[in-house]
């Protein structure tokens, strides 16, 4: 019988995974448990060191994703794969205290509690060695995610916490799985809010390996927000996709400028160019964002990538340069407005052809 499962979402983190489980050990005492490794098929070959410590240790589970991506979603996977009642969520840097762990479990004896969550913020936590900048970079992204959040939570940013796994598993149908704050989706996820409780703690410095925060995570949490508040109404996929469109129909622009008025090139070869240029911008920043949880990596498949999104494409780009063409004939002079509606036309199908094509393979 299982008391509680640990999911541990990990990438790159082969160094921490026998430290991990030691600690656990040390942790748990003679409760019953097991630990859950969700590997987004490191390149370090994390998951076959947790494979070889599964050997000795039957505690230790591994989940090894191929081509799927994404903190949120190795965490759904990993709360799902459990018949334990109870599930927690820890980082596999080591920066969680899993010494909170038994606390956790306590109040969760609770029936009227759903969640107990580790808390930087509440009374008797901290954030550890933080410099001044990730300081107020955490306070900002929390004071968004307090709008989402339960009143009254002070760590909404959370990602360690333990939640019943029943009550996990009822939501998994509401969940985004974007971003990396998977508290939050499941926080904000509900037809009711999660009667939480929140345990301090002191956020640890890391040790080995390197962080995985960076400017496209910040981005992907600001994405996730979004998702929460307007997701229903028009998909953030979508969203994603037609707002990187807008920033290449300026790089189009651009370049139909350069082109077209600086240089004097004939219409039809200044859009051609513009067409590929937007293209290739366009590619390369889905691929980053739009399409994170399945992007392309290394330079055969980002070469690959690319190939193919301009093949799925073509239908678009011909609808594009052929109607920007005819209407410039047809009014003579206005080259911005042809160029415009021409682009207009081909970004329908560049959505539909490239979800499919280019990075459909991923789902």
Known sequence: MLDLAVVVPVFNERANVALLVA??????????WEAIFVDDDSPDGTADAARDLARRDPRVRVIQRIGRRGLSTACIEGMCATAAPLVAVID??????????????????????????????????????????????????????????????????????MIRTAVVRALVPRLGGI??????????????PLRFVELPYTFRTRTAGESKLDHVVAMEYLIALYDR??????????????AIGALGTGVHMAVLSLAFVLLGWPFVAAQVLATVAAMTFNFFLNNTLTYRDRRLRGGRALLDGWVSFALVCSVGAVANVGVAAFLHDVRQGAWAASALLGVLVGAVWNYALSSRFTWGRYR
């Open 179 to 192: 971003g990396f704050k998977i508290l939050l989706d499941i926080l904000s996820a509900g037809p009711r």
């Open 23 to 32: 600690a656990l050990d040390a942790a748990l005492g003679d409760r019953r």
């Open 92 to 161: 596999g840097d080591l920066q969680h205290d899993e010494a909170l762990l038994p606390a956790m479990m306590a109040a969760l004896d609770d029936p009227a509690v759903d969640v107990a969550v580790g808390s930087r913020f509440v009374a008797g936590g901290s954030t550890g060695a933080w410099d001044r900048d990730r300081v107020a970079k955490s306070a900002l992204a929390t004071r968004l995610a307090r709008h989402a959040a339960p009143k009254g939570m002070t760590d909404p940013m959370s990602g360690f916490f």
């Open 229 to 242: 508040r307007f997701g229903r109404i028009v998909p953030v996929r979508f969203a994603m996709f037609s």
